[in-house]
């Protein structure tokens, strides 16, 4: 009966893959096997000191680094950000966080991490979202890793696009959004940061920068989609 209930409801509402479009079978889920199998994966959870890691250094204590996919404009990997993000379609998020813990986890790079924290985003962006897709990127995380997901600790004072924005452009943008609460529970701990895709990194440094009073504080990043040719957006000088 389930079987014949989800062949009738594929027929009215046929279920494609985001990146290609191709009729999904009823095992798979947002994409397809070949596009999953395609999927331009980074690897940077196998590899220390990584691309993703580096501009980092000496600003923020970061541990790690890694994210499932290169993002590149144009490209048909672009759609999960973009069904995710802007189609309602917050179960990507969930799915995606799932595969991406799954893939990475024996590599130990979730050894340690202490809790996960999904980059907030303003309320405004919640009324007109409904969701905020780092939230359920998290989830999917912690579905995975068992690691406790805060999502209330930090806010977002102020929101405004950064498309088409200069890298210093995108920093000055960001840099007092977020504003921490409790910070002295993190107080030696070492949090994850969740995002949906890293291009200048001005958020992630922006977050990571509010926890700037509390000691002893550690960071690993985690996201779908890099830039292959990060371009990290950082305090001036």
Request: aromatic share 10%; net charge positive.
């Amino acid at each position: 009966m389930i079987t014949w209930i989800r062949a009738f409801l594929g027929l009215l509402f046929p279920r494609q893959c985001v990146v290609c479009k191709r009729l999904l079978n009823h095992t798979e889920k947002f994409i397809c096997i070949i596009c999953d199998s395609n999927i331009p994966r980074t690897y940077y959870h196998l590899q220390k000191d990584n691309a993703m890691e580096e501009p980092f250094w000496g600003k923020i204590p970061i541990q790690r680094a890694t994210a499932f996919f290169y993002y590149r404009k144009g490209s048909d990997y672009c759609n999960i950000i973009y069904e995710l993000k802007y189609k309602g379609r917050k179960e990507i998020g969930t799915v995606m966080g799932c595969d991406m813990a799954h893939e990475i986890q024996n590599s130990g790079f979730f050894n340690d991490i202490d809790v996960i924290l999904p980059i907030p985003i303003h309320h405004d962006r919640i009324r007109q979202r409904g969701y905020n897709q780092s939230e359920w990127i998290a989830k999917g995380i912690a579905e995975v890793t068992n690691i406790p997901v805060n999502n209330k600790a930090m806010t977002r004072k102020a929101y405004s696009s950064q498309t088409n924005q200069s890298v210093f452009d995108r920093w000055d943008n960001v840099k007092d959004t977020f504003e921490l609460h409790q910070p002295e529970i993190f107080s030696g701990k070492h949090i994850l940061i969740v995002d949906d895709v890293l291009t200048t990194g001005s958020t992630v440094m922006a977050c990571a920068l509010a926890f700037s009073s509390v000691q002893g504080v550690r960071f690993s990043i985690i996201t779908l989609g890099v830039s292959r040719n990060i371009k990290i957006s950082t305090p001036p000088a």
